[in-house]
Each structure stands twice: as structure tokens, then as C-alpha cells.
């Protein structure tokens, strides 16, 4: 059984940091692209940082640039994102997804090409 298990959520101040951690099991995790994805109440939701699958490519939302650090590890089967600078906007549910083996690139990133969710993570920033 495929799992994605986010964690690492909670409340922060702004300019705070937070980590988050994706554990995945029940599928060859080196063979996959692994994602975080955001949703705000009222929004849509957006990709914010995406990594492949031996993480030579990287893909950061700009609103996230310079900010966020995404990170994984295959042995562990397990992805990171370390969340600096953290502003009240980035107040969402944070999402851990796996790439549809054989998607786009593009289509990955903007959470078209997603073949599994793990369950969300809150986060939110404020004072």
C-alpha cells in the first residue's frame, strides 16, 4: 500500500521556521519525483516545491524562492522542506505528493501529474 506521511506542521511567528517531513512507503521511492503542494482557505492550490526523483532537478514556486529548501533522502524514503523566513501567506495545508511515473515535468509541478496524496500537514504563521 502506497503512503505518503507528512509532518512537521504547526504554528510559527513570522520570520519563523518550520521543517516538514514526507515518509513515504509501499513503492521503490528512488523512482520517483516527490512534491509539496499548499492550500489556503478560499485558494487554490499551488505546487510549491518540487524535487525528481535522484534530485538533479528542483522546482521552486517564486513566492517560495531563496525561502524554502526542499531535500530528500532515498534511503530513508523520506523528503524534507525546511521552511525559513516564513510570512503569514504561507499559511496552508501542506501537501506531500508522488509524480505519475512518466508525466511532465511541468504538469508535475503545477499538481496535474499527481498520482497519490498523502494527507496534509498544517501550517500556519502569524502573530
Known amino acids: 500500500e502506497v503512503q505518503l506521511q507528512a509532518s512537521g506542521g504547526g504554528w510559527v511567528q513570522p520570520g519563523g521556521s518550520l521543517r516538514l517531513s514526507c515518509a513515504a512507503s509501499g513503492f521503490t521511492f528512488g523512482d520517483y519525483a516527490i512534491g509539496w503542494f499548499r492550500q489556503a482557505p478560499g485558494k487554490e492550490r499551488e505546487g510549491v516545491s518540487c524535487?525528481?526523483?535522484?534530485?538533479?532537478?528542483?522546482y521552486y514556486a517564486d513566492s517560495v524562492k531563496g525561502r524554502f529548501t526542499i531535500s530528500r533522502d532515498n534511503a530513508m524514503s523520506t523528503v524534507s522542506l525546511q521552511m525559513n523566513s516564513l510570512k503569514p501567506e504561507d499559511t496552508a495545508v501542506y501537501y506531500c505528493?508522488?509524480?505519475?511515473?512518466?508525466?511532465?515535468?511541468?504538469?508535475?509541478?503545477?499538481?496535474?501529474?499527481?498520482?497519490?496524496w498523502g494527507k496534509g500537514t498544517q501550517v500556519t504563521v502569524s502573530s
Open positions: 505528493a508522488r509524480r505519475r511515473y512518466g508525466s511532465t515535468w511541468y504538469r508535475f509541478v503545477v499538481g496535474n501529474a499527481v498520482d497519490f
Open positions: 524535487i525528481s526523483s535522484l534530485g538533479g532537478n528542483i
